[in-house]
């Protein structure tokens, strides 16, 4: 679903001694037309959230990247935290989707 709207890049990261179970990040590339900036929004799902999805949906990760432009990285953070502390195992569809456009909405409601 989150293809549909931002590119993604979708990583695997094999078991290692610092984190012992195999990580998923799915990196979408969120672009701030009025601030003329762009962001990576990266949701990073470990072993529990990814094989047990919807239900371990509480224990996906996120992080933000400014890449260029005057955003504020502790501000989309924020909003993407938000969104998916809403989210519940019934309630999850496209739950990434819509994080991402939260973090569209900050700029969006304040220019």
Same mark, same amino acid.
């Given at each position: !679903?989150?293809? *549909?709207?931002?590119?993604?890049?979708?990583? *695997?990261?094999?078991? &290692?001694?610092?984190?012992?179970?195999?990580?998923?990040?799915?990196? &979408? !590339?969120?672009?701030?037309?009025?601030?003329?900036?762009?962001?990576? *929004? @990266?949701? *990073?799902? %470990?072993?529990? &959230?990814?094989? $047990?999805?919807?239900?371990?949906? $509480?224990?996906? %990760?996120?992080?933000?990247?400014?890449?260029?432009?005057?955003?504020?990285?502790?501000?989309?953070?924020?909003?993407? @935290?938000?969104?998916? %502390?809403?989210? @519940?195992?019934?309630?999850?569809? %496209? $739950?990434?989707?819509?994080? $991402?456009?939260?973090?569209?909405?900050?700029?969006?409601?304040?220019?």
């Amino acid at each position: !679903m989150l293809s *549909v709207k931002f590119p993604l890049e979708v990583k *695997v990261y094999p078991p &290692s001694k610092a984190n012992p179970e195999p990580v998923f990040s799915i990196q &979408s !590339m969120v672009l701030f037309k009025t601030r003329a900036a762009k962001a990576f *929004v @990266t949701f *990073v799902l %470990g072993l529990d &959230s990814f094989g $047990c999805w919807p239900l371990q949906v $509480c224990k996906v %990760g996120s992080e933000v990247e400014v890449v260029y432009g005057d955003v504020d990285r502790e501000e989309l953070l924020k909003a993407v @935290t938000e969104r998916l %502390g809403q989210v @519940t195992p019934a309630d999850n569809y %496209g $739950c990434l989707l819509d994080a $991402c456009l939260a973090a569209q909405d900050v700029y969006r409601q304040a220019d």
